[in-house]
């Protein structure tokens, strides 16, 4: 596309290549669980089998809350959150923010886990927010969740480690554009089955040449938001704030106003959340909602609301007196006033998440996370194919499948874990869905080694998973005790059921070969002679 | 009319669009040995119309649709670029 000089072109084969042959496996990772997060919040109500019914937020909660408020200590009035997980379950945080043991800022309080029907309190814990125990309903969106954004390592590791895969995307994407010299030229190019190298060749490139703006958007996004907070907010500190943190933070949050800590009644949320829902405010029932000060006259409380298909395609804030419950105007997500920024941050979200427009973006952002697997995959097919010699990169080829494959295989061995786990005993749902994980890891390792031939090991794993996504729905429905037809009216539950049970019966049709590519041409044809791409011959 | 017809509809305007350009692209014919198309092909107008539904929803602001649009447009470029042609 971009005419080079033959050594930079060079260099950026070995870039475009070694860089994705080191890290493409974990990148795959990385953008296969991405594409399965989008639709986490099916995930969490499926894997409850949308069992927590009830007006939940939006119900009559002001009561209960007060009767909470009074059962904290004083201080964890100082911010109250309240939002309601995938499972319909009401989560209250009462906190305050204090040094922990590393003299690292910290939440601190109670935290109350309520039925959304009863508001009966399920579970108070106390103490450090990141030494709580993990909410069972919500966990397997939660480990799938903690998949993509941190690979599941500690800390800022795991957000650092994602950070940079998504830039390794970013560079893959940009150098395979520019050496790519006939991107517009093979743009309706079927793959050739002249030989298996250069079919490999053209799904690898026509899969990138299309998925190439998204795929640099989707990295790009992905990298911003590990980045922000890890690496972003004390970059701008040092060079902005003379390093001053908090300072940074409030600026970029909005500056608090005038603190008055004159006691006063707290107003209560159900009159604000009715307003919020009005159509000239958000139009929506709130997602996440934050108070300030509870029972202070400076007391504030913060909206949040989700884009909605016919709405905004934005997340929005908005902000009301504590005391009187007036009406004090959308707040940014950046600063106090609205900005460029605010606006670009909210754009980033909108491209990286694919929430912003109901049922058919999110199948539309599922669909690209996949091509990008696709397109991850058959690079790394592609440099195994051309190293044929050499025994060292092909046991690469074998990682290719155990990983390819794998991953799918391990996230529903989890799931399983999940699901006989939390209809037994609550309190093991976190180790059985990991061991879960890890069983499917352990399996998948094995398979990959008991089978040295790529077809035969594809085969059983199309088939070991196949099975494995149709044994979902009816372990959930033999786990809730509860018959198929008293799911009609949780719509994502049915929805979930049936499209898991025709993925598995689609992996299972694949295993059997009948949509396999024809053979490949030995004689090459005149397929291979016409415009050879700059880079085949070059690597 | 709903975010997602408008949507539907912008898609299947470049599908449409798409599979024009496809079946008379030049390097595909070749390449798979099928008869030289030796009709008028008009490639770049069928490349304004597949962006028409692009403009069109950016000047209706209808920017969800604009987003969900072009993201598709990748998808629906690859899997009509994809199968082999019949010879």
């Known amino acids: 596309m971009i005419d080079v000089s033959k050594g930079t072109a060079r260099r950026l084969v070995d870039i475009h290549g070694w860089s994705a042959a080191v890290l493409g496996l974990a990148l795959y990772i990385v953008v296969f669980s991405g594409a399965i997060v989008v639709f986490s919040h099916e995930?969490?109500?499926?894997?409850?089998?949308?069992?927590k019914q009830g007006e939940g937020i939006a119900g009559n909660i002001d009561a209960k809350l007060i009767s909470l408020a009074e059962q904290v200590d004083e201080d964890y009035l100082e911010e109250v959150t309240l939002f309601q997980n995938s499972a319909g379950e009401l989560i209250t945080f009462f906190h305050t923010?204090?040094?922990n043991d590393e003299g690292e800022l910290e939440e601190k309080g109670t935290r109350f886990v309520l039925d959304p029907d009863s508001l009966e309190i399920l579970?108070?814990?106390?103490?450090?927010?990141?030494?709580m125990p993990i909410i069972s309903s919500g966990f397997l969106e939660r480990f799938y969740i903690d998949l993509h954004v941190r690979l599941h390592a500690p800390g800022v590791i795991g957000l650092y480690l994602t950070g940079i895969l998504g830039l390794i995307l970013f560079v893959s994407a940009v150098s395979g554009f520019i050496l790519h010299r006939h991107l517009i030229k093979d743009v309706f190019l079927s793959p050739r089955l002249s030989t298996r190298l250069m079919n490999t060749r053209d799904r690898h490139a026509l899969a990138g040449t299309w998925g190439l703006v998204f795929s640099i958007l989707l990295a790009f996004t992905g990298a911003f938001f590990s980045f922000a907070t890890t690496l972003g907010l004390p970059v701008i500190a040092i060079t902005a704030f003379a390093g001053d943190q908090h300072l940074a933070l409030e600026t970029i949050i909005g500056i608090p106003e005038a603190e008055d800590d004159t006691p006063k009644n707290f107003v209560g949320l159900e009159a604000i959340i009715t307003n919020s829902q009005q159509e000239d405010v958000a139009g929506s029932t709130p997602i996440f909602i934050a108070v300030q000060h509870w029972g202070r006259a400076d007391s504030r409380v913060i909206t949040t609301h989700g884009p909605t298909a016919e709405g905004s395609m934005f997340f929005t804030n908005h902000r009301y007196d504590g005391v009187t419950g007036e009406y004090l105007g959308e707040k940014p997500g950046l600063g106090n006033v609205p900005s460029t920024g605010s606006t670009v941050i909210g754009l980033i979200g909108v491209l990286h998440f694919g929430w912003f427009a109901?049922?058919?973006?999110r199948i539309i952002w599922l669909s690209l996370g996949l091509a990008m697997c696709y397109v991850t995959l058959t690079g790394l097919q592609l440099w195994v194919q051309r190293r044929e010699k050499s025994d060292t990169w092909q046991s690469l080829s074998r990682f290719i499948s155990v990983i390819g494959y794998g991953?799918?295989?391990?996230m529903v061995t989890a799931a399983v874990g999940f699901l006989f786990s939390y209809s037994s005993s609550e309190y093991d749902v976190e180790n059985w869905t990991v061991t879960g994980f890890l069983l499917g890891v352990v399996l998948s390792?094995?398979?990959?080694?008991?089978?040295?031939v790529a077809e035969q090991r594809e085969k059983l794993f199309q088939k070991i998973t196949g099975l494995g996504f149709i044994s979902l729905p009816i372990i959930r429905l033999l786990t809730s005790e509860q018959s198929w037809a008293e799911y009609s009216h949780a719509i994502a539950v049915m929805s979930m059921d049936i499209s898991l049970f025709i993925t598995g019966l689609i992996l299972l049709v694949l295993s059997t070969g009948i949509m396999r590519a024809k053979r490949f041409?030995?004689?090459?044809?005149?397929e291979t002679s016409a415009t050879e791409p700059a880079f085949e011959a070059k690597a | 009319m709903s975010v997602q017809l408008i949507t539907l509809l912008a898609c299947a305007v470049s599908f449409t669009c798409l599979v024009y350009l496809r079946?008379?692209?030049?390097?595909?014919?070749?390449?798979f040995r099928l008869a030289v198309w030796d009709k008028k092909r008009y490639p770049t107008l069928a490349w304004l119309l597949c962006f028409i539904p692009g403009v069109v929803l950016l000047y209706i602001e209808q920017y969800s649709a604009f987003i969900m649009w072009l993201a598709a447009l990748s998808l629906i470029g690859w899997t009509v670029a994809l199968p082999k042609p019949k010879v």
Do not use: Q, T
């Open chain 1, 407 to 410: 991953l799918p295989f391990s």
């Open chain 1, 521 to 526: 041409n030995v004689k090459a044809s005149v």
């Open chain 1, 43 to 51: 995930i969490g109500n499926w894997s409850v089998s949308g069992h």
């Open chain 1, 358 to 361: 109901g049922l058919l973006s």
């Open chain 1, 123 to 131: 579970s108070r814990d106390d103490g450090f927010r990141e030494d």
């Open chain 2, 23 to 31: 079946n008379r692209d030049p390097k595909r014919r070749r390449v």
């Open chain 1, 97 to 99: 923010h204090v040094n």
């Open chain 1, 445 to 452: 390792f094995i398979v990959g080694f008991v089978y040295p």
